[in-house]
């Protein structure tokens, strides 16, 4: 293995597992609140998916198509990632949507999304919010005119699970 293949999966498997550190965090916040609202079964399904929440990272062909590209972390803090990184990394980019039913390219009509599932994107993107420094609700503005173009209940149910996120983790 090349230095520069062996700096970038060191930098791909850290990235990924201090993300999945924020999601379990807020994720154990949101399921607390949950079993406090006497939603049992709702707790259990999000603990569920957050602590499987991007598992697909680790396999062989994604883990390794990402790490080409572990170095260029701007395109993770850009809420414009599509429009940002290369069409080589887009593939693999793709193809993590592809696998994993929390990221809104997973569905062709939007509104199919499960409550738990609109739960985890939520959990997913404050958790990138809070890695690298960002504001989640100006990058939720800037993906829904730019990128997604939500039907507006689905937005506002968005904006105020992502609200709710920003509060329990005060």
Known sequence: MSDTLQKNCTAQMNDTLIHR??????????????????KVEYARILAERV?????SKFTKNEFYGMAKFADDVA????????????????VYIRKHYEVNDHHPEFYKDITEM?????????????ARSKQYGTDVLECLEIRQANRFHFPQPFYAM???TLQLLIYLDQ
């Open 158 to 160: 968005l904006q105020k």
């Open 75 to 90: 395109a993770l803090k850009d809420p414009n990632v599509t429009k940002v990184a290369s069409d080589e990394k887009m």
């Open 114 to 126: 499960e409550e738990a599932a609109m739960m985890e994107l939520a959990i997913d993107w404050y």
């Open 51 to 55: 602590a499987s929440h991007d598992l």
């Open 21 to 38: 550190s924020f999601v379990l965090e807020i994720g154990n916040k949101v399921v607390l609140h949950l079993l406090e609202k006497r």
